[in-house]
């Protein structure tokens, strides 16, 4: 999707967690790391698996949902994501101008794990670097460009030359953003590793590469002291962190394992306390709610390079075509196939399952359905395109590989060959693959899915905006207009126009195919407590303890 979207998703880094015990039930008598003249206690470690590794560390583009997983432990943002929703870390007290377009934020008292202040000036300078490395690198950096004073124009820019960028600190322990227009969901932004603190000093202008190696200070509970993002991770608890204090662990270790039944495995002797990267299908028949839980709020769909600037294949130009996938996909036997009980359902919208809607509850439930499963539809829909089962349409349909992505591509091959579509699968690698779709645009028709960055709709409903897409492949200007109306709507009548929008974008021009919803299926060991999950679909390991 994951802050948004976001996301995303695959590399499996595993924590290796090896503990020994301490006082039980809800201590806080960690003494900071165990050390002074504090009664010696042992070390506590935590490991953890996610299903992909980070595309590099630098949080401005590792803040998909998987680079997060590792960053979220890192930084200590102004807000985060919480299961209660967005609520402040950094941001000790925020001020909003009347007019809605001045955010004026003091900071917590917090030290870098170098023993230097955390400052105001430390924020800016972390938006400043996100500009620097430009839209080519940074998927999110839309959650600038599109809301504060002049970012737009120092995209790619060196950071000294950012002078009349609309953030500034107006002391140490005070950060102003000044907005082009106003957003009533702005500090759902802030959580985002575009906005997180850096130093010019560890972090220069224009580099994200210096993020892979150790050696440069965290703000957060933990800091990275030895980084492989193909094996493992691993972490020491931060000392000089705010709340140290209530920092359980001591040592973390995020190892990579790609392969969904050796996490599985993992988990299941132990080397892992923790596993996010599973087969649903497989763990939903082995393990109850008291290990097994669904993380995020998660769409999966096909997107499909339908722009005529882009397109790779003319005939997904005609939306008659369009519309013949989209009816031809029979979502409830995707889900069947995937056999993971309630934790995969069919979706009929681009926006999945738990997204308020702050007048009727959920906003799935208040916009209804935009397609469904209609064969004789599809094939009549195609008839009007030329194709048929006896002419069928050649397209390519391309993913990175795991169990469930196979599922889902060999379903869709089989259904779509019902009404003449020649689906040909093409796999790749996760790097390779992400940086064909996002990156390149070089694909037709490819697997895509995305986590909230934030509980609202317009967090997926933005994914289509030609601004927003590093590559634009997908979208129209009908559409981009469509949002930038939403802009400046609120209350009902912006929900309203939401809803309309995605109707246009499934029902009337099928420019995504929506396939189902889900959480990530994860696993936790009874002896875990203190993580907590959040709508992008990661957690955050703060306050994780381990008791065996």
Same mark, same amino acid.
């Given at each position: ?41 042992? $070390? ?93 690198? $940074? ?156 993380? &995020? ?88 395109? &030329? ?96 949002? $930038? ?49 959040? &709508? ?13």
């Amino acid at each position: 999707m994951n802050m948004k979207k976001l996301f995303a998703l695959l590399l499996v880094l595993l924590m290796t967690v090896s503990l020994a015990a301490c006082s039980g039930g809800g201590s806080d008598n960690n003494n900071n790391g165990g050390g002074g003249d504090a009664p010696v206690e042992a $070390v506590k470690t935590f490991t953890y698996a996610v299903g992909d590794s980070p595309n590099y560390m630098d949080p401005a583009i590792a803040s998909d949902s998987i680079g997060s997983y590792v960053i979220n432990q890192m930084y200590y943002p102004l807000y985060y994501f919480s299961p209660n929703g967005i609520l402040p870390a950094a941001a000790k007290d925020t001020k909003i101008s009347d007019d809605g377009l001045v955010y004026t934020i003091t900071l917590v008292d917090n030290k870098w794990s170098d023993g230097q202040d955390v400052t105001a000036e430390d924020f800016v300078y972390g938006a400043k670097h996100a500009l620097s490395l430009g839209d080519a690198e $940074v998927s999110y950096l839309a959650w600038i460009t599109d809301y504060i004073v002049n970012a737009s124009n120092y995209v790619g820019a060196n950071t000294d030359d950012m002078t009349d960028l609309g953030i500034k600190a107006l002391d140490d322990k005070t950060v102003e953003y000044t907005l082009v227009k106003p957003c009533s969901f702005f500090t759902s932004l802030l959580w985002g590793g575009i906005y997180y603190p850096l130093r010019p000093d560890f972090a220069p202008s224009g580099d994200y590469t210096w993020a892979d190696t150790v050696g440069y200070p965290a703000c957060g509970a933990f800091v990275p002291t030895y980084i492989d993002r193909a094996e493992k991770i691993e972490f020491v608890k931060n000392d000089n962190w705010f709340d140290a204090a209530n920092v359980k662990v001591q040592t973390m270790t995020c190892r990579v394992i790609t392969d969904m039944e050796a996490q599985l495995m993992a988990y299941q002797t132990e080397e892992i306390d923790f596993a996010t990267s599973l087969s649903a299908g497989t763990v939903s028949k082995l393990y109850d709610d008291t290990e097994l839980f669904a993380s &995020g709020n998660v769409n999966y769909y096909m997107e499909l390079n339908m722009r005529p600037e882009t397109a790779k294949n003319e005939a997904l130009l005609d939306v008659n075509v369009r519309k013949a996938i989209l009816y031809g996909v029979d979502r409830q036997a995707i889900c069947d196939a995937i056999d993971a009980g309630t934790i995969y359902y069919p979706l009929y919208g681009f926006v999945p399952n738990g997204i308020v809607d702050p007048t009727d509850g959920d906003f799935r439930e208040s916009g209804g359905d935009y397609c469904k499963y209609d064969k004789d539809a599809a094939i009549a829909y195609l008839a009007e395109a &030329g194709y048929s089962v006896d002419n069928p349409l050649e397209l390519e349909y391309y993913y990175n590989q795991n169990t469930t992505h196979d599922t889902v591509a060999a379903v869709l091959k089989s259904q779509l060959a019902e009404i003449g579509i020649n689906l040909n699968l093409k796999t790749g690698d996760v790097r390779t693959f992400f940086d064909d779709r996002d990156n390149q645009g070089n694909f037709e028709a490819a697997r895509g899915a995305m986590s909230a960055d934030y509980n609202d709709a317009l967090t997926y409903l933005d994914m289509p905006t030609i601004t927003y897409q590093t590559k634009a492949v997908w979208g129209d200007t009908v559409y981009d207009e469509m949002m $930038v109306e939403i802009a400046s709507m609120s209350g009902q009548e912006r929900i309203a126009k939401l809803h309309e929008a995605e109707k246009y974008l499934v029902e009337d021009q099928a420019m995504v195919i929506p396939l189902f919803g889900y959480g990530s299926a994860c696993l936790r060991k009874p002896y875990v407590t203190g993580d907590f999950d959040n &709508g992008q679909g990661n957690s955050i390991f703060w306050y994780v303890d381990v008791n065996k």
